[in-house]
């Protein structure tokens, strides 16, 4: 381990004596990083820091290739390295997660999602329209079809989660494609509770009648039951799409088993790779053979070419989520957000659900300090904790402003924090937000951006996170 990091520490020198060579402002932030990385408390929930491995894979020549098609149908010459890294990282994601197929060119959880999308659509949407316009599928249409095609798509209707409630931008809000390639619906949770109310979903599916329901959050501090969802999409005659860019981690880890894990249940699952699952930034869909052809026309219908350099560095990642250490890696990872959502509530703060069963919590800061998420992320941030805002249902404060703040764990268990380390973290946030105090407005209101923050408060806070931090270093070995 530590001869790999010595190998590493001169490998990254001598790579940014190169770049410094052309534009030093650029190895200049790099190095900068690297310190700012290891100096803040990283608490958001979406963040990682992937292996010294992974992220050396993508500094290379794989990067000037084309590649666009598919393994061994190539649109460019000379694509013999490329189909043989695409393989790996397809074999690896294959058997990580036991899928019938797998796709790994997508360059984001973003463009999963539309690959999924497309796919969907492409499969279903079947017998009338494209028996009239005398095609089998979607890419048999000639261009003039396409205008009747696209009002058929458009009548087409998902339902997601709401954003309040923990959902995702691309599940069918009105700014986002999403919401404008289907007609949406969204289903929220239950008021007291605050968990997804399956049978109160059920109902609604059976009215709206969705082609798709996807299942999947960014803010939703709960495991889902994904054999319960697969009941719901088959009572309606729905595609299932899970939507794990999240939660990856925990499925590849094996925390997530049986009915919590999706692959066995959804149609169709798209994720990024670089969240909990802890690889390069990127995305990938898995699917079953039924919806395979229809996503392996991702590129040309929503992407370009590959990058072979990050389909490489998903091969590795793949390759070190499969191992026992990762696995080790992602139940602690559920075992400290356990850890840190029992030290917040025991000091009195209002949870979400009152608790965790994945890798996130999500704090509602305006019951349980008078403050808006806004004001919360922002004293935290000047105390060297970062966080990030986020709305909690049926927010008062709207999606701007915010009640709430989000934190995950995978990124300081990576750095080797345990339940104790998290049980500090937590007396570290509460001790800052009780010292935060809303400004008034000019209008004589509760401010909902200023703030002051008690003397010294930040100070003691970062040289407390700090300790923290030098007790374990990030890339340990590694010097720069
Ligand atoms: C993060 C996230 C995405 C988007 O991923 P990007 O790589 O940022 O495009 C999609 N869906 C969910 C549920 C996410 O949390």
Same mark, same amino acid.
């Given at each position: 381990m530590s001869d790999l990091a010595a190998t590493a520490s001169s490998a990254y020198a001598q790579a940014l004596s190169v770049i410094e060579s052309v534009e030093p402002r650029i190895s200049g932030a790099i190095r900068s990083e690297l310190d700012d990385q290891r100096a803040s408390l990283k608490l958001i929930a979406s963040e990682n820091y992937a292996s010294l491995a992974t992220l050396l894979t993508m500094g290379n020549w794989l990067s000037d290739k084309y590649a666009e098609g598919t393994i061994g149908h190539r649109f460019y010459a000379g694509c013999q390295n490329i189909d043989t890294v695409e393989s790996v990282a397809a074999e690896h994601a294959r058997e990580l997660f036991g899928s019938e197929y797998a796709y790994v060119q997508p360059h984001s959880g !973003?463009?999963?999602? *539309? $690959?999924?999308?497309?796919? !969907? *659509? #492409?499969?279903?949407?079947? &017998?009338?329209? @494209?028996?009239? *316009?005398?095609?089998? #599928? $979607? #890419?048999? *249409? &000639?261009? &003039?079809?396409?205008?009747? @095609? /696209? /009002?058929?798509?458009? &009548?087409?209707? $998902?339902?997601?989660?709401? @954003?309040d409630a923990g959902g995702h931008l691309t599940h069918g809000f009105r700014h986002n494609i999403s919401g404008k390639m289907f007609e949406q619906l969204s289903y929220g949770t239950d008021p007291e509770t605050g968990l997804i109310d399956y049978d109160q979903l059920l109902a609604t599916a059976r009215e709206f009648k969705p082609l798709v329901i996807v299942a999947g959050y960014s803010a939703y501090p709960r495991r889902v039951n994904f054999a319960r969802m697969r009941e719901i999409a088959d009572a309606v005659g729905a595609t299932l799409f899970v939507d794990m860019a999240h939660f990856a981690g925990l499925v590849a880890g094996k925390v997530f088993t049986g009915e919590e894990n999706p692959v066995p249940y959804a149609d169709i699952v798209a994720s990024t790779t670089h969240k909990s699952l802890r690889g390069p930034r990127g995305g990938f869909v898995l699917a079953t053979k039924e919806y395979s052809d229809a996503v392996d026309k991702g590129c040309p219908m929503v992407l370009g070419g590959p990058l072979s350099h990050v389909m490489a560095a998903k091969a590795v990642a793949f390759a070190e989520a499969r191992t026992p250490d990762f696995q080790a890696y992602a139940q602690k990872v559920a075992d400290n957000a356990h850890a840190l959502a029992e030290g917040l509530m025991k000091r009195g703060v209002k949870l979400v659900t009152d608790g965790t069963d994945n890798h996130l919590v999500l704090l509602d800061v305006t019951t349980s300090f008078g403050l808006t998420g806004r004001q919360a992320e922002s004293a935290l941030l000047d105390s060297g904790v970062v966080t990030n805002r986020n709305s909690i249902p049926r927010d008062p404060n709207g999606a701007w402003y915010t009640s709430g703040v989000r934190i995950g764990t995978p990124a300081l268990t990576s750095r080797g924090f345990g339940a104790d380390e998290f049980d500090r973290v937590a007396e570290l946030m509460v001790d800052v937000l009780k010292q935060t105090t809303p400004v008034t407005a000019s209008n004589g209101q509760p401010g909902k951006a200023k703030y002051s923050l008690a003397d010294g408060v930040a100070d003691r806070t970062k040289a407390s996170a700090a300790e923290l931090l030098d007790a374990n270093p990030l890339y340990p070995g590694l010097e720069l």
């Open positions: !973003i463009d999963a999602n *539309l $690959v999924a999308y497309w796919a !969907i *659509l #492409n499969t279903r949407i079947e &017998s009338p329209t @494209l028996a009239r *316009l005398g095609a089998k #599928n $979607v #890419n048999d *249409l &000639s261009h &003039s079809d396409w205008e009747a @095609l /696209r /009002r058929e798509f458009n &009548s087409q209707r $998902v339902m997601g989660m709401s @954003l």
